[in-house]
């Protein structure tokens, strides 16, 4: 059964500044890996998918990568904004094998982007 | 058009109320999904629809009943709900493929149970 733990539960930072998001996961036999973020009371923001044959994906000043073989991803957000304060989740799929797509979630991380 | 929409936007029912939630989508995904999240929890799993067809159900009550009319829509049926069941219910959906599935989600119904 895939299992998904996101560290730091929590983070607080400046503005201006880069920071990291981490995400592992126990099982490596995925295909890709998503990663969302979520406004209070809101519903899930898609931010990026990841193939597992990709090492790196961007959008804009988001940045995720996956290494398969260590179960690990990170998100890299830079030069942080206070519009990015917000919980950030990845979740990666307990299985992929043609059919839908069976996502884990991690407990998320909630990010405060001081001004 | 990558979105998903979801009504009502917040729902207040008596445990004896029967009510629907409704989700729909018009990315021609042929997979929908409700999860159930809690306050500071992840999302949880419920129901997945694959091509209208109802492929899992993670363990949920009876008294929560889905059904996917068309590829388009999927409902939640609600009936005999328990104060517990008090949550914010997401709808999502995807392709079918293994390497382009990524999960849309709506805004959510945010349900009280009373």
């Known amino acids: 059964k895939q299992e998904v733990t996101q560290i730091p539960a929590a983070l607080s930072v400046p503005e201006g500044e880069n920071l990291v998001l981490n995400c592992s996961f126990t099982d490596s036999a995925i295909y890709n890996l998503q990663w969302f973020r979520q406004d209070p009371g809101k519903g899930l923001t898609s931010l990026l998918l990841i193939q597992s044959s990709q090492r790196e994906q961007t959008s804009g000043r988001l940045n995720a990568s996956l290494d398969k073989s260590s179960g690990r991803s990170t998100l890299y957000i830079a030069a942080s904004q206070p519009g990015d304060s917000a919980t950030y989740l990845c979740a990666a799929p307990s299985f992929s094998s043609g059919s839908a797509r069976q996502l884990t979630f991690g407990s998320g991380t909630q990010l405060t982007v001081l001004p | 058009d990558t979105e998903v929409t979801q009504t009502p936007k917040h729902l207040v029912m008596g445990m004896t109320n029967k009510k629907s939630l409704k989700c729909e989508q018009h990315m021609g995904h042929r997979a929908m999904y409700w999860y159930k999240q809690k306050a500071k929890k992840p999302p949880e799993l419920m129901f997945v629809?694959?091509?209208?067809?109802?492929?899992i159900n993670e363990s949920v009550p009876s008294r929560f009943s889905p059904e996917c009319p068309n590829s388009s829509l999927l409902n939640l049926h609600l009936h005999a709900l328990q104060p517990e069941d008090s949550a914010l219910y997401l709808c999502?959906?995807?392709?079918?493929?293994?390497?382009?599935?990524?999960?849309?989600f709506g805004p959510g119904t945010r349900l009280t149970v009373l």
């Open positions: 629809y694959s091509y209208e067809k109802l492929s």
């Open positions: 999502a959906s995807s392709q079918i493929r293994e390497l382009y599935n990524e999960q849309f």
